[in-house]
């Protein structure tokens, strides 16, 4: 079990740019599936952007070309990169992790309609506003 804490979340107007982070309380070595997660509100959470243990990055289609996912396994954190914010991205973002999880099966984080089930360590959220 891994504890998992984001941060960077914040409120920006539309078109801005935050960069969240999260830190893990273990290492997190590469053969970790990790992602992140979010919430908005009325749905699901869903994946929107994951590195699975191959070094391969997956995106939903709602950010790919907008938000970029990387890690830095010495120092245990991975974080998420968002351009061109929208108020459609507003919502609650989560770090998750899993580990030994297959590329394929970490890959459908971002192509399931939830995550919830797939993925088993969780940190809290950091809650993302996107104003008009």
């Known amino acids: 079990q891994v504890q998992l804490a984001e941060s960077g979340g914040g409120s920006v107007q539309a078109g801005g740019s935050l960069r969240l982070s999260c830190s893990a309380s273990?290492?997190?070595?590469?053969?970790?599936?990790m992602a992140w997660v979010r919430r908005i509100p009325g749905n699901e959470r869903e994946g929107i952007a994951v590195?699975?243990?191959?070094?391969?990055?997956r995106y939903r289609d709602s950010v790919k070309d907008r938000f970029t996912i990387s890690r830095d396994d010495a120092k245990s954190k991975l974080y998420l990169e968002m351009n061109g914010l929208k108020p459609d991205d507003t919502g609650m973002y989560y770090c998750?992790?899993?580990?030994?999880?297959?590329?394929?099966?970490?890959?459908?984080?971002?192509?399931?309609?939830?995550?919830?089930?797939?993925?088993?360590?969780w940190g809290q959220g950091t809650q993302v506003t996107v104003s008009a």
């Open positions: 998750a992790a899993d580990l030994y999880l297959a590329p394929s099966l970490c890959a459908g984080a971002v192509t399931r309609p939830s995550a919830d089930g797939l993925l088993s360590n």
């Open positions: 273990a290492y997190t070595h590469s053969r970790y599936c």
């Open positions: 590195l699975d243990s191959d070094g391969r990055a």
